[in-house]
């Protein structure tokens, strides 16, 4: 027998069997391209801020801004904008929102500089703090911090930290910091500008404290090289920080093939000593990036661990329970399907990724994976085959590009030739997941795209 054919079989019954079967990979986090990510729980919701990729022309263009929302951590959503003003601007790396007065605050980049935002629901609608809800105008508020940024910092990536007295201090790029004054918008005119051990380009900086000692951890580099390094203080989140000799907690790892792990955020689950790093990964480079999430540990003297980058991520948190998805093991055909696409390395040569399009990768449970169609196919079709008559109760839509809005037709049948309209709608709504109601028994589902990106994440059946 070939060898090649003897480890090609080996494989195939190795992942076919019901030790690899049960492998389940919750990295990436969220089903679209999304980066900068913070994460906070208000009662029992996760809330996701974070910059919407995918857009055209990189950074001179973004996605608008939303919130992704989950109970268990495990299955996000998002309906409309959450900044109305803000929709149609460039909009990135928004801070987590922090209460304060019964108010939450968000700090995004707006238009290349940082303003504040405030909200009475952490799901917002936020609205532009100190002035018109416009940005521009004579009563348009002004920036908290320029781009050209005091004392060399670089006024993008704002992040918060609540000391337990109450008082607020914000962090920025290029190692910035200040007190916040009680308003939530004014700072402090005596900037910081934190001296890390590691010199030259910063950014997504992250500041937290655990069990008294206050931890700044700052970026370094960028694309596939993109990693974190931090430092610790137990005087003020202004410092004087201990940079330890192990101070690279993020970085690529190529043997897992996890590359560029950059600007993200801590999130701690309240009422416990569970710490997860949020953070980005390289992805196909420039802004198609996603969202990661990996368990950060201490060492007993209170200095980090280096996080273990994993495709196998956090999993649920919780205990929400979630009914079967009936799509696993299912099987899906298309229209058409994209050509592979092989991702071009920006400075790393190990960087070997070639993107598939399949419409199988839609019912994978991964939101790392996606069917798309030929970019030539004009009226797009997604159908799966459940294999027998299955009462069902509702789909999910997961579709590609979300956050630019999807019309679609999904229609039902017993046998694969008479079909029967039961969902989607003719307007375009911008929102994920899809959802629709059906009842009966079911054999086959398909889903038209009338509007919007033609393609899928995920398609659930329950």
């Not at 268990?72 to 007065?101: E, I, M, R």
């Not at 952490?122 to 002035?131: D, I, R, T, V, Y």
């Not at 079909?419 to 009842?439: R, Y």
Request: charged letters at 20%; glycine letters at 8%; aromatic letters at 12%.
């Amino acid at each position: 027998m070939d060898i090649r054919y003897r480890y090609t079989l080996l494989g195939l019954l190795l992942f076919s069997s019901p030790l690899f079967s049960q492998q389940v990979n919750h990295n990436p986090l969220i089903p679209d391209m999304v980066a900068d990510p913070s994460i906070v729980k208000a009662g029992d919701t996760y809330y996701c801020y974070a910059t919407t990729d995918g857009y055209a022309k990189g950074l001179a263009t973004s996605g608008p801004p939303v919130v992704w929302t989950s109970k268990d951590f495990l299955h996000w959503s998002f309906k409309g904008t959450c900044f109305p003003s803000a929709a149609n601007q460039l909009y990135w790396a928004p801070s987590k929102a922090v209460f304060v007065n019964n108010k939450y605050y968000l700090y995004p980049t707006i238009n290349t500089n940082i303003y504040a935002a405030v909200a009475d629901r952490p799901e917002g609608p936020f609205k532009l703090l100190n002035g018109a809800d416009t940005l521009h105008g004579p009563a348009a508020p002004k920036p908290m911090v320029k781009m050209d940024g005091p004392n060399g910092t670089k006024g993008i990536d704002a992040d918060i930290l609540l000391d337990d007295n109450g008082q607020a201090y914000m962090f920025w790029a290029m190692r910035g910091a200040a007190h916040l004054h009680p308003d939530m918008y004014t700072l402090d005119t005596a900037v910081t500008v934190i001296p890390t051990k590691r010199k030259g380009y910063s950014e997504g900086p992250v500041a937290f404290k655990r069990k008294g000692v206050y931890y700044y951890l700052y970026t370094l580099s960028g694309h596939e090289h993109y990693e974190y390094a931090y430092g610790y203080s137990r005087q003020s989140p202004l410092g004087p920080y201990t940079w330890p000799e192990q101070d690279i907690i993020l970085t690529t790892d190529k043997e897992a093939k996890i590359y560029g792990p950059g600007h993200g955020n801590v999130f701690h689950e309240p009422d416990t000593d569970n710490y997860y790093f949020i953070y980005l990964e390289f992805g196909n480079g420039g802004t198609t990036r996603q969202i990661w999430a990996d368990k950060m540990e201490f060492n007993e003297d209170g200095t980090i661990r280096p996080v273990k980058l994993t495709h196998s991520g956090i999993g649920p948190l919780g205990h929400v329970k979630q009914p079967r998805n009936l799509a696993i093991g299912a099987t899906a055909t298309a229209s058409s399907t994209m050509p592979d696409y092989k991702v071009i390395p920006v400075t790393e040569p190990t960087l070997q990724r070639t993107e598939s399009y399949a419409p199988q990768l839609a019912l994978d449970e991964s939101n790392g994976t996606r069917w798309m169609a030929d970019s030539a196919d004009t009226s797009p079709v997604f159908t799966i085959d459940l294999g027998k008559l299955t009462a069902v109760k509702r789909t999910a839509a997961y579709f590609v590009k979300p956050t630019a809005g999807h019309a679609y037709r999904l229609e039902s049948s017993a046998d694969g030739r008479q079909w029967t309209p039961c969902g989607g709608h003719e307007n375009s709504i911008m929102q994920s997941p899809h959802t629709d109601h059906l009842s009966g028994k079911i054999r086959y589902l398909r889903v038209t795209i009338l509007s919007g990106t033609p393609g899928l994440w995920e398609f659930k059946v329950y």
